[in-house]
């Protein structure tokens, strides 16, 4: 019984690693499309194509519910598969919408009208095509009015910490965070747009100052996760678990062992 989840590379390890411990009995396949990472400097129409790819390799594996754990993916992919239909008995999610929930204190799933929320200004650090997406302001209007949201593209982290240079992704991120500081001097929270950026997330936090509240989406997909398998149990599909990549599975394994701290083992796609 397995739940895919796919990203672009590394980044969304983050999230399966919160999810296997908020669900320790489901089983997780996970897809690195490692070939073609990073997807955050290639344009919609590539990153669509990539993405269904992906995704139809995991429901033909026997996912009948996969999570794109990746913003770029979700911002550029997501509402057009929705829109364009997905095969009977499956379905395809993304990582905005907790993030979001969780912001404007709305419980999982409340539809109701979009309202007034505390904060008023929020800093949003993602990759560069998730930002010109600008899907992250359009699922928080969704839910909220009256909020400020200043977007950062952060280029080179990601390629930083896929090729495990972690000196100069903290450099990156202070230059990311210095520059969105000089758009929006006092932001009240800030979001880490990016599934890698967790990995980060000190260095954030000591950039942006401890008053700055910072989201990240480890957690909350995982408990938004938890909440929808539970109200659809059959959502956990028929497939055995496991780690798949695009790229060459020894380099990727030992940048995966790497990140989560414990063994893991690609196998090739």
């Keep these: 019984m397995a739940v895919g989840i796919f990203d672009s590379g590394l980044g969304g390890l983050t999230v399966l690693n919160a999810a296997q411990k908020r669900l320790p009995d489901v089983d997780f396949l996970y897809f690195a499309d490692s070939e073609h990472a990073p997807y955050g400097v290639r344009d919609a129409e590539n990153i669509y194509d990539l993405t269904r790819r992906a995704v139809n390799d995991l429901w033909n594996r026997g996912c009948d ?16 598969m929705q829109e364009e239909g997905v095969p009977e008995g499956k379905r395809v999610l993304g990582v905005f919408v907790p993030l979001i929930e969780a912001l404007t204190e709305r419980q999982w799933g409340d539809n109701s009208p979009p309202r007034e929320v505390a904060v008023k200004h929020v800093a949003l650090f993602a990759t560069p095509a998730t930002v010109s997406s600008r899907a992250f302001q359009r699922e928080l209007a969704f839910r909220a009015i ?104 020894e380099f990727v394994s030992d940048r995966a062992t790497q990140f989560l701290r414990r063994q893991i083992s690609f196998q090739a796609a």
Excluded: W
């Design 65 to 80: 519910l996969v999570i794109l754990a990746c913003n770029t993916a979700s911002a550029a992919a997501l509402r057009r």
């Design 146 to 249: 009256g909020v400020d949201v200043e977007a950062q593209a952060c280029g080179g982290v990601v390629d930083a910490i896929e090729d495990g240079d972690m000196i100069l992704a903290e450099a990156l991120v202070r230059s990311h965070v210095d520059a969105l500081r000089r758009k929006m001097p006092e932001p009240q929270a800030a979001i880490l747009g990016c599934t890698h950026y967790p990995l980060m997330a000190d260095t954030f936090q000591k950039a942006l100052g401890q008053d700055v509240q910072v989201y990240s989406q480890g957690d909350l997909v995982a408990e938004s996760l938890a909440d929808y398998l539970q109200r659809h149990p059959k959502m956990q599909g028929n497939g055995e678990g496991g780690f798949l990549t695009t790229g060459k599975p």
